[in-house]
T-cell receptor, first 116, second 116 residues
């Protein structure tokens, strides 16, 4: 079974600064998807960014980018120019490509605080 | 964009009653929906995978008779918590995959269940 580990329960960043959230995973599959979700106090699950394992290029979405290291099974999220609205829980998630195993496996989450 | 509607958003009921939570895909068909449970300050734990027209697949440790799942149409899955007790109080979130494929799963806004 796949596992996802987020070793940082809480992180803090000053507004306009950059922060990196860590995520590692364990799998025997060669093809899969990785995601970062944001959960603000409203508890909505908001997709931040996704990465296909077969793509070597790191995904970027505006201020959000990932550092995907397939051999190391690492998938960190970098938030640049942090804003107050970025404060939330961030979950890393793994998904197999197809079939009944296509459920999402979530990490334990990292709570991000953004300070003035 | 794709929307998943979850209802109710918050329910309080007495111990021993049954509670039904609905998850609807509003602008796409979903042969597969997922039900998660989230305890305060914890991650999302998959409870079951709901398959249209067939029985749900439950994760290990989840009581099938306690958490009844029905996926009678391509746009609706329901989770019924039967004979609810205070320990069933939690935040329940559904997600749905578009039958046409692609990413990602679309999440509902969740249901906060409080059993007195």
């Amino acid at each position: 079974a796949q596992t996802v580990t987020q070793s940082q329960p809480e992180m803090s960043v000053q507004e306009a600064e950059t922060v990196t959230l860590s995520c590692t995973y364990d799998t025997s599959e060669s093809d899969y998807y990785l995601f970062w979700y944001k959960q603000p106090p409203s508890r909505q699950m908001i997709l931040v960014i996704r990465q296909e394992a077969y793509k070597q290029q790191n995904a970027t979405e505006n201020r959000f980018s990932v550092n995907f290291q397939k051999a190391a099974k690492s998938f960190s999220l970098k938030i640049s120019d942090s804003q107050l609205g970025d404060a939330a829980m961030y979950f890393c998630a793994y998904r197999s490509p197809t079939g009944t195993a296509s459920k999402l496996t979530f990490g334990t989450g990292t709570r991000l605080q953004v300070t003035l | 964009g794709a929307v998943v509607s979850q209802h109710p958003s918050w329910v309080i009921c007495k111990s021993g009653t049954s509670v039904k939570i609905e998850c609807r895909s509003l602008d796409f068909q979903a042969t597969t929906m997922f039900w998660y449970r989230q305890f305060p300050k914890q991650s999302l734990m998959l409870m079951a995978t709901s398959n249209e027209g067939s029985k749900a697949t439950y994760e290990q440790g989840v009581e099938k008779d306690k958490f009844l799942i029905n996926h009678a149409s391509l746009t609706l899955s329901t989770l019924t918590v039967t004979s609810a007790h205070p320990e069933d109080s939690s935040f329940y979130i559904c997600s749905a995959r578009d039958s046409r494929g692609g990413q990602p799963q679309h999440f509902g806004d969740g249901t906060r269940l409080s059993i007195l």
